[in-house]
């Protein structure tokens, strides 16, 4: 902190006379909202920094470090255009900061916490008129868009809405029509990638004192948090997060269509842009970049296909999360809540309670649907243990080294062992939310209760996205180094048969099932009763903290 509290004092302004914003740890950029139009001379930020807030959940510490290192570079930046900056540190909730803050310095504006879980803790703030809450300007659409594309409401539905977006705002429009004839090629950008053309190398960044004194933090104080702490590949700077995006323009986005669904352990982001990180805390703006990829000279299936996920997906899940509330509640009523905030499985895996258990008393641990009444526990694999099952294990040791990894090997690799053997869809989701750099309530909770794990049955997908060993080995070379093989014992395809034979009553009228549940039904009895063996073998040896060998499976029938 002495570097920083120097760097800053040094270039602080005068406080007094300015107008004053709260700036949230995801807010950091002065491209939008109050700060943007203020002049710097007449501004002032506060920006809090909260251990308590650090230990709510076994947090990887690559995640801490992007947030701590990227609020006081912003902190320092903002400075240097002049405007006086406020930063505090506490070991306290946030609200009993900023009301110590506003004491001094007057009520303060706010554009509204794009989490839910702060703007429950400072809703009795903005009640009190010490936050003046203004709109979210980082957002690209708003509730009246999302609700005009959802003529018949809940189940909601992110192609009609994505549709209606391109109709209103024309982007990739030509005469009313979609650019290429078609909303979303999709269909074509299903390639799997064998090494050409070759994958970019992930960008570094330079590690200066600002960075160092906050491995250093994270060492002293949060040690005992999960992950890898790797500075290098950590952007701190607005320069940082310029240079990404560079990068991700020249190396990603012209080959990002095409292979969009492959897997590798050649590399954990193949053309994936790594930018959702500085997009969820705004050092990257969503405007920008749709409109920067809108502009290049790419193919237009990666065009089509990453604005898709920025404009259609992004969107679409945080108003789904707004308007549950969190999933709290649902077109078919109220779901249950947790008692207590969840660790993810770290107490069972670790042997040691989550230490901020006793601190958060009073939060409640989010919404549990279970539309498939999914209740087993999260694997200790997820932490770090080997489960001889090489997607799954690289996958995992990839996140527990850089806090990222793309969608699809969170989606058919995470999500869908997990789901195969019936996990907790709340535990997988307090997992990911600790464990990826880019987690928030709003993005987190969708994509895992809503895609990942069909915890919400058709609520925003159609189907539950699972499947067996021959998906993973079309669309990645893991199975080539693993002790199973995917066209003969590879349990992930018994696990899957077995998946669909457990929850075919709540599956049955699915339309998109249809085809896999008429393949089932023709499975041999002696198959299906291997397939639900081999479900209770994996179940119980990964629930054990073992490891699965083709030596150990039960036996196959005759
Ligand atoms: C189970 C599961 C959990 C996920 N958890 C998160 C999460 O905690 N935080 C998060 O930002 N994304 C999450 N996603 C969405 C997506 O996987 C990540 O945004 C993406 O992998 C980030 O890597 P990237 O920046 O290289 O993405 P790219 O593939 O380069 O995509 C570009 C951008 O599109 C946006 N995007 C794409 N898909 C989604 C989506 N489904 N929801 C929201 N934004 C999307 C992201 O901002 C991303 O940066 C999750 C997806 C799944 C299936
Ligand atoms: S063989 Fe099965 S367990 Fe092994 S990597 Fe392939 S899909 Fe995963």
């Known amino acids: 902190m002495n570097s920083f509290r120097a760097r800053l004092d040094q270039l602080n302004a005068k406080a007094r006379g300015r107008r004053w914003i709260y700036v949230p740890y995801d807010q950091l950029s002065d491209g939008i909202g109050p700060l943007a139009r ?47 900056v406020r930063y505090q540190t506490t070991d306290r909730p946030y609200p009993e900061a900023l009301e110590r803050v506003a004491g001094e310095l007057g009520s303060l504006r706010m554009m509204e916490p794009a989490e839910r879980e702060l703007r429950v803790d400072l809703q009795r703030l903005v009640d009190d008129g010490v936050l003046e809450q203004l709109d979210h300007e980082g957002w690209l659409t708003t509730t009246e868009q999302f609700e005009a594309s959802q003529k018949s409401g809940p189940p909601w539905r992110m192609d009609a809405f994505y549709r209606h977006l ?76 310029e240079q990404l995006w560079e990068w991700a323009k020249q190396h990603c986005l012209a080959s990002f269509g095409p292979y969009e669904d492959a897997m590798s352990v050649r590399s954990s982001g193949l053309f994936h842009t790594r930018v959702s990180a500085l997009l969820n805390l705004h050092r990257l703006l969503p405007a920008r970049i749709v409109d920067e990829v809108l502009a290049l000279d790419i193919p237009l299936p990666s065009k089509e296909g990453f604005v898709r996920q920025v404009l259609g997906w992004r969107e679409f899940v945080r108003h789904v999360h707004r308007a549950t509330d969190g999933f709290r509640q649902l077109p078919d009523g109220e779901m249950p809540v947790g008692e207590t905030p969840g660790d993810g499985g770290y107490e069972r895996w670790s042997g040691e309670r989550w230490p901020a258990s006793e601190q958060v008393d009073h939060l409640d641990g989010g919404a549990e649907p279970s539309a498939l009444e999914s209740r087993q526990p999260l694997p200790a694999a997820f932490w770090g243990e080997t489960s001889g099952l090489r997607c799954l294990d690289h996958v995992v040791a990839d996140v527990w080294a850089s806090g990222y990894g793309h969608h699809i090997t969170r989606l058919m690799v995470l999500s869908n062992i997990a789901t195969l053997i019936d996990t907790s869809p709340r535990e997988l989701t307090d997992w990911f939310w600790a464990a990826y750099a880019d987690a928030y309530d709003w993005v987190v909770e969708p994509n895992v209760l809503g895609m990942g ?106």
């Open 166 to 241: 391109r109709r209103e705002t024309g982007i990739l429009m030509e005469d009313g029509k979609p650019v290429g004839g078609k909303y979303s090629f999709d269909a074509e950008n299903r390639e799997r990638w064998d090494g050409d053309p070759p994958a970019p190398e992930a960008p570094t960044f330079p590690v200066d004192e600002i960075k160092e004194e906050v491995a250093d933090l994270i060492r002293s104080r949060f040690d005992h948090h999960p992950g890898t702490l790797e500075l290098d590949s950590l952007p701190a700077t607005a320069k940082d997060a």
């Open 453 to 558: 794990s069909f915890a919400l049955g058709e609520l925003m997908t159609t189907k539950p996205y699972v499947s067996g060993a021959a998906y993973i080995n079309r669309m990645s070379d893991y199975c080539a180094g693993c002790e199973f093989d995917p066209k003969t014992d590879c349990p992930i395809t018994n696990l899957y048969w077995a998946f669909l034979a457990r929850h075919k009553k709540q599956l049955d009228d699915n339309p998109r099932l249809r085809l896999p549940l008429a393949n089932l039904s023709r499975r041999d009895k002696k198959r299906r009763r291997h397939d639900a063996e081999v479900f209770r073998w994996v179940r119980d040896t990964l629930n054990d903290a073992e490891t699965l060998s083709p030596a150990d499976a039960p036996s196959e029938p005759d």
């Open 38 to 84: 203020e002049q710097p001379g007449d501004a002032g930020i506060v920006l809090i920094e909260s251990s308590w807030k650090g230990e709510r959940r076994p947090y990887h510490k690559q995640k801490l470090g992007l947030i701590l290192a990227n609020q006081r570079h912003f902190a320092l930046e903002q400075a240097k255009r002049g405007v006086a």
